[in-house]
Structure formats: structure tokens, C-alpha cells
């Protein structure tokens, strides 16, 4: 029989869940006691479910998550907790987690990841809870957790329970007069089997493999050695024979390879130098967790989230899932391009707007009113889980273009020519010093809501810009009526331009600056006019954003770190 043992411990400052999850460096999680405390008041939290309850536990597979997975087991084992579903070797897609956590009907979830951050010892970690539903934990949870960070004094463990997760199986235990089950799953089945109800795998296969009428449609897949490998062999590989040649970095390694694994035209290119370089019709890369996706077509046309998830959106019906449950609204975050939001107006659908962060999407999801959300973060999926997901988004454009027979390029001017285009960029100003960056917000705030700026013009590039709207964006919570206010600075144009401001959520030192710009152009504006390179098309907006935020003087940057 083992023993649940109670240790003494002091709060640390700064456990509070960002946009997703607790992310800080390596080096913090491994002071004494920090990761304890945490999992320590994410069960304290749920205090009142939590006898006889199940949790999923898993992971990207980066530097830690193994160690952090025991800690796990072990603190579970003296919370109560009477079973873990943990994926083989500590690892599960943050999607994957959420597919099992609907499957199974668990209390929830724990997932080990920094997402796109970098990982190794030097760099970064990350702890999230998700709840029964499959998702994030919403703002009053994750609320809940850090207060309870701010006061625990004490956890509780089962310091000698040994159980290795390298194998699947189930394993009993004896904790106290209560019996304690961990039982390892293989991190792939559950969801590649509900990856195979969503889609038509036969139909996605005769695409790639080619007919006696058409070429093989030839794809590269690539997991940025994140956790999405082992998910992308067995259905890109082994379930549509696209081929080992159409897969690559798809060993899951601690450190991804020393790269950043967030895919996007910077950190991926390699990926899009393989494209635009070979005889590839289509490439898709994910990140670390594997949420997030980026899509690119022959010659490496690039697709933008907002514009990803505008054309999936008017192109559901190619989906059976969507065929079968039928199509309810659609959302984006509030930086996200409105491309969406015209697809939503023809097909007479609900839009929503939301704050940055896949939280605030599950309680329409839960309530029927969403079906398919996106963000301009490169994240894209709906309401077959709580999370976004990158392996389905690549799946979902696959079966668009099964079914319609056109290119990733075609698809894209077709959509504008009927829509009209939204151009859109982000420019990220990494680990900046956050208190010139919270000045910045401050300053600009001011200005923004000041009487008289409404209505006011600037001059940028040869073109005229009136403010029609500015604001600090606040939601209200349609279903639960909770507010998240101080979203991000808006500052919207006569002519559907738009400039945001947001500091980032999911850094894990210093501030992180975006900027996001957006500028329409209507479908009667002719071919040329939807074609143009997008930072051209915004460069008279971007170079009035950085005028009116002062950037470069409140940051000390010339440019920024990563364009996206
Ligand atoms: C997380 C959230 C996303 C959000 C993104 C960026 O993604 O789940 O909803 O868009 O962070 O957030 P921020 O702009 O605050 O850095 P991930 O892929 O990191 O989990």
C-alpha cells in the first residue's frame, strides 16, 4: 500500500495563466516546488469533482514533460483522483487531448505544452487545464487557479508510486484504502478513429494517389518535430499511402530540432522552400502541440488564416461531417481578418467576435451557435473538439479540394473574385521591456479615445484614412454573460481598414508587441487589384500604425522579429 504524504510549500508570484495556459522558461518550473504548487491548486480548484473523478494527461514531448508527467501521477494519486488516461510516452496533441477528454466524458484535462514556443532547457514549458468539455479553461477557472497559487501552502503526493508511461496498458495501484488506475493509451488512435468519422478518407486517398484521368496530387506534411508526427504518419502515411517522401521532421524531439516549431512563412521555411522548389501541390506545417496549421499551395502560395478560414467556411458542405450535423455560426478573434465575416452575411449565418484565445469559442460551441472558428495565429477548427487543430484543418482543405477538383490558388481567387480580398499582415516585436510596451498601450489608448479622434483623417502613401470607430476591445460572453474586458486598442477606417494593438498572452519573458493590419479590397476591383503582394497592399496602413503607436520609439526596434 503506498502513502499520501503532505508537503509543506510557500506561494510563488506570477503563476497566472496567460492566454493559454501557464508558459514561463524551463528554468522556472524547475525552482522547488513551482510545478507542484501549480498542479497542487489546478486540483485544488476542482476540489469539489475530483474524488473518484478521471483526467487525460499529456504532452508535446518537449524538455520536461516527461519529468512533469510523474509529478502529475504522483500529486493525482494523493489528490483522490481515481484514473489518469496519459498518452504513451507522455505524449498527446493539446486536439488529441480534447477529442479524449469529449470521448471518455473525464473531468478534464492536463496539457504539458509552450505550443510554438521553443523548447529545451533553455527555453520553454507550459501547463494548461482543460475542462469536462474538452477545452481551455475559461477565464473564471483559470482565475480560480492562480488565487489559489497565491495562497497554497501545502500539496499532497505519493512520492514512492513508480509508474512508467512507455507502455500502453493498465496499471493498479493501492494508494491508502483507495485504488488508483493510470492507464496508457496510444497517443494517436483515438483521434486519427474520430479523424476518419469527420472526413472521407477514400475520397482524400484517390486524391493523392492520382487516377487514370488525373495526376497524383502530391502534398508535403510537416510536424516541425513536434507531436504531430506520430498522428501525421499513421493518417498521412499509413491511411491516404501518400508516401514517406510526403512527410518530414515527424520524430517528436525535446528541443524540435533547435527551430521554433510555430509554422508560419519565417519559422517554416524550409518547408516552403521545399514547396516552392518541388513538384508539390500542397504543404501544411504545425506547431509544437500541433493546434495550430499553416497551408501553402503549388509554388508555395501562401494562405492566410483569416482567409484559411473564410474559405472553409464557405466551402462546408464538402465536408460530411458538416453534411451530416449541418453548419451553425461562425467566429474569428477580434485581430483576425474579416474575411470570414462576409461568407457569414451571404450564407446567413451568426458571426461572433471574440477575444484572442481558443477559450472563448467553446461555451457558443457547447451552446450550438458555432460550428467552424479561426484565428489569424494560425489557428483554425470547429466544433468536432474545443481545441483548434491543425491535422484537421490540413484534412478539411484536402477534402475541399477532393471535392472541387480546383488548386490551392484557384481556390483563393475564386474566393476573392466572389468576397472581395481582406489583406492582412502582424508584425510581432518579440521580448521587448515590458513597462516602455504597457506606456505604449497607455499613450495610444489615450489618443484613441479622445474627443475629436473619431472622425479624423490621416494621410498615409497617398491615401486617406477616417477613423470610423476606436476603441479597447471588450467582450461579453454571449452564453454566460461574463466580460474580458482590455482586449486590444481598435482603431477601424471608413473603408473597412483596421489597425489593432495587443500585447501578447503566451510569451514567456518580457513583453511581446503585435500589430495587426487589415485593408479590403471589393471584388469589383478586378483581378490585378486582388493580386498584389499583401505588404504592398498595406503598406500605406502599416506605415500610419507605426506613426500613431510610436512603436519604434516605445520599443527600440527598427523592425520587427517575426512578420506574419
Ligand atoms: C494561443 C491561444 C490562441 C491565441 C494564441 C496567441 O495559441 O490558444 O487562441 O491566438 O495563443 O495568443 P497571443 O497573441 O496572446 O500570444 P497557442 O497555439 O499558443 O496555444
Keep these: 500500500m503506498l502513502n499520501v504524504v503532505t508537503v509543506n510549500t510557500n506561494p510563488y508570484e506570477g503563476q497566472k495563466p496567460g492566454t493559454s495556459g501557464l508558459r514561463k522558461k524551463v528554468k522556472v518550473f524547475l525552482q522547488k516546488n513551482y510545478t507542484e504548487n501549480f498542479i497542487q491548486s489546478i486540483l485544488d480548484a476542482n476540489k469539489e469533482s475530483l474524488e473518484g473523478c478521471t483526467l487525460v494527461v499529456g504532452g508535446d514531448g518537449r524538455y520536461l514533460v516527461k519529468e512533469v508527467v510523474d509529478k502529475i501521477i504522483k500529486i493525482c494519486a494523493g489528490n483522490g483522483v481515481a484514473k489518469l488516461l496519459i498518452g504513451q510516452n507522455g505524449l498527446l496533441s493539446t486536439p488529441a487531448v480534447s477529442c479524449i477528454i469529449r470521448k471518455y466524458k473525464t473531468l478534464g484535462g492536463i496539457v504539458l505544452t ?27 477557472t483559470t482565475n480560480h487557479i492562480y488565487q489559489l497559487t497565491t495562497s497554497i501552502q501545502h500539496y499532497k ?53 492520382g487516377s487514370e484521368t488525373r495526376k497524383p ?14 498522428y501525421v504518419r499513421r493518417i498521412f502515411v499509413s491511411e491516404l499511402c501518400a508516401g514517406e517522401g510526403s512527410v518530414r521532421r515527424v520524430v517528436p524531439l525535446q528541443d524540435f530540432g533547435g527551430a521554433h516549431p510555430d509554422p508560419n512563412l519565417t519559422y517554416a521555411a ?50 460530411p461531417y458538416f453534411a451530416r450535423v449541418g453548419v451553425r455560426g461562425f467566429a474569428r478573434s477580434m485581430p483576425t481578418a474579416a474575411a470570414v465575416d462576409r461568407v457569414a ?108 479622434f473619431l472622425g479624423s483623417s490621416f494621410s498615409s502613401g497617398g491615401r486617406t484614412f477616417v477613423v470610423s470607430a476606436a476603441d479597447n476591445f471588450s467582450y461579453m ?33 518580457g513583453a511581446t508587441v503585435r500589430l495587426y493590419a487589415e485593408a479590403y479590397e471589393p471584388a469589383e476591383a478586378g483581378a490585378e487589384a486582388l493580386r498584389r503582394d499583401a505588404r504592398q497592399a498595406l503598406r500605406p496602413l502599416l506605415d500610419l500604425a507605426l506613426d500613431l503607436t510610436q512603436l519604434q520609439k516605445y520599443t527600440g526596434r527598427e523592425r520587427p522579429t517575426v512578420i506574419t
Design 345 to 452: 452575411r451571404k450564407l446567413g449565418k451568426e458571426m461572433f467576435e471574440v477575444p484572442t484565445g481558443w477559450k472563448y469559442f467553446g461555451n457558443l460551441m457547447d451552446a450550438g451557435r458555432l460550428s467552424l472558428c479561426g484565428e489569424e495565429s494560425f489557428g483554425t477548427g470547429s466544433d468536432h473538439i474545443r481545441e483548434k487543430d491543425g491535422v484537421w484543418a490540413a484534412l478539411a482543405w484536402l477534402s475541399v479540394l477532393a471535392d472541387s477538383g480546383a488548386s490551392v490558388e484557384d481556390t483563393l481567387l475564386g474566393h476573392w473574385r466572389e468576397y472581395g480580398r481582406n489583406y492582412f499582415a502582424r508584425y510581432d516585436y518579440e521580448e521587448c521591456a515590458a513597462e516602455p510596451c504597457a506606456d505604449m498601450m497607455r499613450a495610444l489608448e489615450e489618443k484613441i479615445t479622445a474627443p475629436g
Design 114 to 140: 509552450a505550443s510554438h514556443n521553443p523548447g529545451g532547457i533553455d527555453n520553454d514549458f507550459g501547463i494548461k487545464f482543460n475542462c469536462s468539455n474538452g477545452g481551455p479553461a475559461p477565464d473564471a
Design 477 to 509: 460572453d454571449p452564453i454566460d454573460r461574463s466580460v474580458a474586458a482590455g482586449q486590444g486598442l481598435r482603431v477601424v477606417f471608413a473603408d473597412g481598414a483596421r489597425l489593432v494593438l495587443r500585447l501578447s498572452g503566451t510569451g514567456s519573458a
Design 157 to 209: 503526493i505519493v512520492p514512492d508510486l513508480v509508474c512508467p508511461v512507455d507502455n500502453i496498458g493498465v496499471q493498479t495501484f493501492k494508494v491508502g484504502d483507495r485504488e488508483f488506475v493510470v492507464e496508457v493509451i496510444d497517443s494517436v488512435s483515438d483521434y486519427v478513429d474520430y479523424m476518419k468519422e469527420i472526413f472521407d478518407f477514400p475520397k482524400i486517398r484517390s486524391l493523392l494517389q
Design 217 to 230: 496530387f502530391k502534398v508535403l506534411i510537416d510536424s516541425m518535430s513536434g507531436v504531430t508526427g506520430p
Design 270 to 319: 524550409d518547408l516552403v522552400n521545399e514547396v516552392k522548389n518541388g513538384d508539390y501541390d500542397f504543404g501544411a506545417a504545425f506547431d509544437g502541440d500541433g493546434d495550430r496549421n499553416m497551408i501553402i499551395g503549388r509554388d508555395a502560395f501562401f494562405v492566410t488564416p483569416s482567409d484559411s478560414l473564410a474559405v472553409l467556411a464557405a466551402q462546408l458542405h464538402r465536408i
